[in-house]
């Protein structure tokens, strides 16, 4: 074939290009049934994309696979840097008792350049929580999926379902964009974070609608450069920056903002957490920025006086450093009085705290504020009004 006759072949005919780059796990043996385990089929087909060198898509088409046991799609020895899980049907997961204490359901470890779009995952996690709600001795759970140090990683149009842990979480990744993501859970599914993001950088989280029984969002140590946007959080426990400080030497978290988003019924709105227990970490640079509250029992709050069980932290203070966050453009009602609280460190009070057009009312009536050890300043209307030392 000559060059010319190749060259229009190549632009009249994409699909000869690129069919020999998509991979069905169907035809890796996977069974659309939602009884067969399929969890080797996938590593099959993840196996021949990474061999490729240019662009593939792995294929899962409609209808139930079962993933059985925890799986690793490792990208050390992957040759391509551009593949993409396209998912048109539902991912399984088997009953906790077979998945024990593993970290993990589906993990992404060392890839660059993956993609997840579409498809639904089931985390059958309803008799985890039902084991942790009625008695001790349960497993932990597994994250239903987890990126770990990895780059270049895309999630659209993703939803997750009854994660037996956390639905999604990123940790030691870069680069990483969630759009359009849909979690759901019920707001007594224990420890259920929506997405979780740790010890990574330049993360973007947009126009995701979060349902569970903890935190919509939480930031762990080392995260920087983290934008959050267009997000639902309820039920939940809000959007949170931490818990942190529990280990001494801990990274920071530093160039978060979290904007437009909205919370109804949840337990808090915009949360810093940190455990009262000596700590080297920090949080710096945050805006908040154009919050819509209904009925949420704690719209604004930093607290670092976090403590569960009274255990290794009583009578200690906190040592993480909280200064420049920015509150802007806060609205709605509360489900308690005291709207906005500040508890924060008496060893390391929270600095540059700025209130910006606040505007939180309770039962209609004015809301309350309290302040322990914070400093920063007001503009605009604040109300409730301010406790901040200026």
Not at 3 to 13: G, Q, R
Not at 28 to 33: F, I, L, M, N, T
Not at 282 to 292: D, L, P, S, T, Y
Not at 324 to 337: E, L, R, V
Request: glycine fraction near 12%.
């Amino acid at each position: 074939m000559g060059l010319s006759l190749l060259f229009i072949t190549i632009i009249l005919y994409p699909a000869l290009r690129s069919a020999a780059d998509t991979y069905n796990v169907v035809d890796y043996g996977a069974k659309a049934d939602g009884g067969t385990d399929s969890g080797k089929s996938f590593l099959s087909a993840w196996a021949a994309a990474c061999g490729t060198s240019g662009p593939s898509t792995i294929n899962v088409s409609s209808g139930k696979y079962l993933i059985g046991s925890p799986v690793v799609f490792s990208g050390k020895d992957c040759k391509s840097t551009d593949i993409t899980f396209r998912i048109d049907g539902t991912l399984v997961a088997s009953d906790y008792r077979k998945v024990g204490d593993a970290d993990y359901w589906l993990k992404f470890d060392s890839v660059d350049g993956v993609t997840i779009s579409g498809g639904i995952l089931d985390g059958q996690g309803a008799s985890l929580w039902a084991c942790k709600n009625s008695r001790g001795g349960c497993p932990t759970g597994a994250t239903s999926l987890r990126f770990t140090k990895s780059s270049n990683v895309a999630i659209y149009g993703l939803t997750s379902a009854n994660a037996k842990l956390f639905h999604i979480a990123i940790d030691g990744s870069n680069n990483v964009k969630i759009r359009g993501v849909k979690v759901s859970a019920p707001g007594g599914s224990p420890n259920t974070d929506g997405i979780h993001v740790e010890q990574s950088n330049r993360v973007l989280i947009s126009s995701a609608q979060i349902a569970t029984g903890d935190d919509c969002i939480s930031v762990g140590q080392g995260t920087s450069n983290l934008w959050i946007e267009n997000v639902s959080c309820g039920p939940g426990h809000g959007i949170s920056i931490g818990s942190l400080g529990k280990q001494m030497e801990e990274q920071g978290v530093e160039n978060v903002t979290v904007k437009t988003v909205a919370f109804s019924g949840t337990e808090n709105g915009v949360r810093i957490k940190c455990w009262a227990r000596p700590s080297h970490g920090f949080v710096k640079n945050v805006v908040f920025q154009h919050a819509n509250m209904f009925n949420v029992q704690n719209p604004i709050i930093i607290d670092q006086n976090y403590c569960p069980h009274d255990q290794g932290c009583p009578n200690k203070a906190s040592g993480i450093k909280i200064s420049g966050i920015t509150y802007q453009d806060i609205q709605g009602s509360s489900a308690t009085q005291v709207a906005v609280k500040f508890d924060c460190s008496p060893k390391h009070p929270c600095t540059d705290i700025s209130l910006q057009d606040i505007k939180l009312t309770y039962n209609n009536q004015p809301a309350q504020s309290s302040c322990a050890y914070a400093d920063g300043s007001t503009n605009g209307a604040v109300n409730p009004a301010s406790c901040l030392k200026q």
